[in-house]
T-cell receptor, first 114, second 115 residues
């Protein structure tokens, strides 16, 4: 069964450093998403992406964040200058279409900012 | 601002019995609801969904009920199995205009099914 994959599974970085989290969505899916879950809190929407541009973003997704689809398979989330509060699990998701459809999630990347 | 609420942080059920997980929402514009199951150190796994035009959807041991007037949905698992032990998240989306349906999650309910 096709699945969303994410790399790395764990990332430790120093505050102020740039990190890039990578995702390979399900191959026939056209809509891509990033969510995060801070320890002990809810899963929160960050951004959605379709047709090589951002469709929606939350207030969490500020200028420090960017997303890109650099090739036909990868979907990346970049945090330019990490802060302690960026420590969280980051989940990538994809769906066939947008709107009222099921989003399928990857296993997540645990980011720890020291 | 909790638009999706799961008021029970945990639930313990005997194997073979019914598990009922509840979810309330406040946004009347939500029109699609999903349940995800999550094991530690894994991503949310899709279980079952329901559109607001329905009041019930069934898939094997899992049934989701939607009561729009009460803004309440529930997930029934019958019979419960030890492998069902996980955290269950309720999620909702509103789909209008250019919205791509970003999901709003509840805090989750940890289900423990005891043999």
């Amino acid at each position: 069964e096709p699945e969303v994959t994410q790399t790395p599974s764990h990332q430790v970085t120093q505050m102020g450093q740039e990190v890039i989290l990578r995702c390979v969505p399900i191959s026939n899916h056209l809509y891509f998403y990033w969510y995060r879950q801070i320890l002990g809190q809810k899963v929160e929407f960050l951004v959605s992406f379709y047709n090589n541009e951002i469709s929606e973003k939350s207030e969490i997704f500020d200028d420090q964040f960017s997303v890109e689809r650099p090739d036909g398979s990868n979907f990346t989330l970049k945090i330019r200058s990490t802060k302690l509060e960026d420590s969280a699990m980051y989940f990538c998701a994809s769906s066939v279409t947008g709107g009222a459809v099921t989003q399928y999630f990857g296993p997540g990347t645990r980011l720890l900012v020291l | 601002d909790q638009q999706v609420k799961q008021n029970s942080p945990s639930l313990s059920v005997q194997e073979g019995r019914i598990s009922i997980l509840n979810c309330d929402y406040t946004n009347s514009m939500f029109d699609y609801f999903l349940w995800y199951k999550k094991y530690p150190a894994e991503g949310p796994t899709f279980l079952i969904s329901i559109s607001s035009i329905k009041d019930k959807n069934e898939d094997g041991r899992f049934t989701v009920f939607l009561n729009k007037s009460a803004k309440h949905l529930s997930l029934h698992i019958v019979p419960s199995q030890p492998g069902d032990s996980a955290v269950y998240f309720c999620a909702a989306s509103e789909n209008y205009g250019g919205s791509q349906g970003n999901l709003i999650f509840g805090k989750g309910t940890k289900l423990s099914v005891k043999p």
